[in-house]
């Protein structure tokens, strides 16, 4: 089954450490994205990437980093200088080829920085 | 700023009954309308979705109408059933170059049996 891969569901960090999220996806998207999500808001977008070796800031992008070296991966890197790390993330994709096409996204991970 | 707006958080309907679920946006460049459904620790999963060339799309017991005067859409859901309830997010895009979505706070839906 194609769909949207994301581990660990359940992250704890200490405050001042990076840490790395993963999303993988084998849906053949060209397309990938990384949004988070907190109490009472909507999902807002931290980064985004139309194609391999290219990405784009969302509307969020301070204290996050990404890269995009293979189609099927999309890491979130939330470093230190995150000032509100703690969140539900999740990645999702879409075929570039239409730009209306849904967005088909992961089950999330759910950090935690104390 | 909120370009896409759910003024309702929450919302309790008997089984059976007809859910709908309301979203306003004030950007006029959006073009296109999705709704997203999310279960608790669950990645959202697509719904439905309207072109602004249309005003009314219907997908079984699922249908979104769009005024674009009013820049309001909503989503009905008839009958509503126990498996309905969930966090209904409704989002805009426009069309051409890169798609950039934007999402509203969501409702949570109950559906009572």
């Known amino acids: 089954d194609g769909g949207i891969t994301q581990s660990p569901k359940y992250l704890f960090r200490k405050e001042g450490q990076n840490v790395t999220l993963s999303c993988e996806q084998n849906?053949?998207?060209?397309?990938m994205y990384w949004y988070r999500q907190d109490p009472g808001q909507g999902l807002r977008l931290i980064y985004y990437?139309?194609?391999?070796?290219?990405?784009q800031k969302g509307d969020i992008a301070e204290g996050y980093s990404v890269s995009r070296e293979k189609k099927e991966s999309f890491p979130l890197t939330v470093t230190s200088a995150q000032k509100n790390p703690t969140a539900f993330y999740l990645c999702?994709?879409?075929?570039?080829?239409?730009?209306?096409?849904?967005?088909?996204f992961g089950n999330g991970t759910r950090l935690t920085v104390t | 700023d909120q370009q896409v707006k759910q003024n309702s958080p929450s919302l309790s309907v008997q089984e059976g009954r007809i859910s709908i679920l309301n979203c306003d946006y004030t950007?006029?460049?959006?073009?296109?309308f999705l709704w997203y459904k999310k279960y608790p620790a669950e990645g959202p999963t697509f719904l439905i979705s309207?072109?602004?060339?249309?005003d009314k799309n219907e997908d079984g017991r699922f249908t979104v109408f769009l005024n674009k005067s009013a820049k309001h859409l909503s989503l009905h859901i008839v009958p509503s059933q126990p498996g309905d309830s969930a966090v209904y997010f409704c989002?805009?895009?426009?069309?051409?170059?890169?798609?950039?979505?934007?999402f509203g706070t969501g409702t949570k839906l109950q559906v009572i049996p």
């Open positions: 999702a994709s879409s075929s570039r080829t239409d730009n209306n096409s849904p967005l088909h």
């Open positions: 849906l053949n998207h060209d397309a």
């Open positions: 990437s139309q194609i391999v070796n290219d990405f």
């Open positions: 950007n006029s460049m959006f073009d296109y």
């Open positions: 309207i072109s602004s060339i249309k």
């Open positions: 989002a805009a895009s426009i069309s051409g170059g890169y798609q950039k979505v934007t």
